[in-house]
């Protein structure tokens, strides 16, 4: 058995017999560690592979789908989220910064499936005395949950064979090594052979698996993108860990849609439904004028939601205007000022621009726009904005307002949280609720 010393790059797995400083297939800086690996023998005829599938070559009209029986957790965000619940055998990859709360949900997960099943809790990063602190702290009920503190892949594997678990939780996959692998944990191979140790182990007996794994600063998947190719579903927590607000979304979901996303609030008792979330994204007083306030209908997945815009703008004290942008792009909020004031002569020359949406998340919908736009010209003008008003529309480079998808869907959520006005580029007759329709950017600064 012969062993050599590889440089892998740790984001993209490019492979180099000496170091370098950047990685010439992903650009990356800084990314190659070192790397003991087994040389492959000459006469070695077979290779292992992460899964074992193999059929019989079957024409498609003869071959007949498996209606796939799901299994509800009882967190109605969670189960919105993966399309109604988990299937048998699937396995999903959920990934967040550190603290963000990937255990916390995990753990509450572990609780309401150990109702039905058995689970079976692996945790390299604390011990059991922690764990079940923070059970005791969330009032998880723990009658049928099994706990673990290991990071050997073969004694993991000795364990799920010993327990027989219906639901299996690595925490993280990053802690676990194989003793067969010299590098160190949380490297490329040590990462893609655990985890396909624990695919090959779970997928055949239909175990439903969830895998944690950490992010980086830049967001990306700590470790090995390879992860994301072996699992059914990829859930990222996409939020900050000093807010308490967490919102997870969907990037890649063999059972289900990636359009939707979860949002919870983080408690001292563990993380919480958000149900309404228009409630929390405008949470100030819908009841008088505010100069620089604008809403809208955002759309996330299948979900409307009322979003707030504020913006405010003051006379600069910079050779060139500042221009900055909280929870929406930049890049787009600079092309919709240069239209304001390309098409209705709005001078924004000597002016600094704020753009901030509300509720700590980030939203890149192109319905927005006009919100964005009306909340610009209410702030230049000094003219206020009726809380019971809602701007819904597209705004191109020429100063054209179009439609968006899904407006009388929008209108309709408009019209349940008491809006009375909507300014929008169809002319929909709806109950209880006065529909502006409008062509441009012209025709919005006429009306407000």
Not at 270 to 296: C, H, M, N, P, W
Not at 353 to 367: A, E, F, M, Q, R
Request: hydrophobic share 40%; with cysteine.
């Amino acid at each position: 058995m012969k062993f050599k010393t590889i440089y892998t790059c740790q984001k993209c797995g490019f492979n180099s017999p000496k170091w370098l400083g950047r990685c010439p297939d992903c650009g990356e800086w800084n990314s190659f560690a070192e790397e003991v690996i087994q040389e492959e023998s000459k006469t070695a005829k077979t290779k292992k592979s992460f899964t074992e599938f193999s059929s019989e070559i079957t024409p498609l009209k003869d071959a007949s789908a498996k209606e796939e029986k799901r299994t509800a957790t009882g967190i109605s965000e969670f189960d919105r989220l993966t399309s109604g619940g988990l299937v048998d055998g699937q396995i999903t990859l959920l990934a967040g910064a550190p603290g963000i709360g990937k255990s916390t949900l995990m753990l509450q997960i572990a609780s309401a499936l150990s109702k039905n099943k058995k689970v079976l809790y692996i945790s390299g990063e604390e011990s059991l005395e922690q764990i079940a602190s923070r059970a005791k702290r969330l009032k998880a009920d723990g009658e049928n949950i099994f706990l673990l503190s290991e990071t050997n892949i073969q004694r993991i594997l000795e364990a799920i064979k010993k327990v027989a678990p219906q639901v299996l939780i690595i925490d993280s996959i990053q802690t676990v090594y194989h003793p067969e692998f010299n590098s160190a944990s949380g490297t490329l191979s040590q990462v893609r052979e655990s985890a396909g140790e624990i695919l090959r182990a779970t997928k055949p007996s239909g175990i439903i698996t969830f895998i944690l794994g950490h992010v980086t600063k830049d967001g990306a998947l700590a470790g090995p993108k390879v992860l994301e190719h072996m699992v059914d579903t990829v859930l990222y927590f996409d939020s900050d860990s000093d807010n308490i607000l967490r919102i997870l979304r969907a990037h890649k979901n063999r059972f289900g849609s990636t359009s939707e996303i979860a949002l919870f609030k983080m408690t001292a008792t563990g993380l919480e439904d958000v149900l309404d979330a228009s409630a929390y994204f405008a949470q100030t007083s819908r009841s008088k004028k505010i100069i620089g306030r604008a809403f809208s209908i955002a759309l996330e997945g299948t979900r409307p939601i009322l979003t707030e815009v504020q913006v405010l703008t003051s006379v600069t004290h910079f050779p060139y205007p500042r221009r900055i942008a909280t929870g929406l792009d930049l890049n787009r909020c600079q092309m919709l000022l240069a239209a304001l004031e390309k098409h209705i002569g709005l001078n924004l020359d000597n002016k600094d621009v704020y753009i901030s949406l509300t509720g700590g998340t980030k939203i890149n919908d192109p319905s927005l726009d006009l919100a964005i736009c009306a909340a610009v010209i209410s702030s230049v003008k000094d003219k206020p904005i009726s809380g019971t008003s809602a701007f819904i529309g597209e705004v191109g480079i020429l100063g054209q307002v179009a439609p968006v998808p899904l407006t009388e869907r929008r209108i309709k959520e408009a019209a349940r949280l008491g809006m009375k006005e909507i300014f929008t580029p169809i002319l929909k007759e709806t109950p209880k609720v006065k529909v502006e329709q409008l062509e441009d950017l012209y025709s919005l600064s006429v009306k407000l």
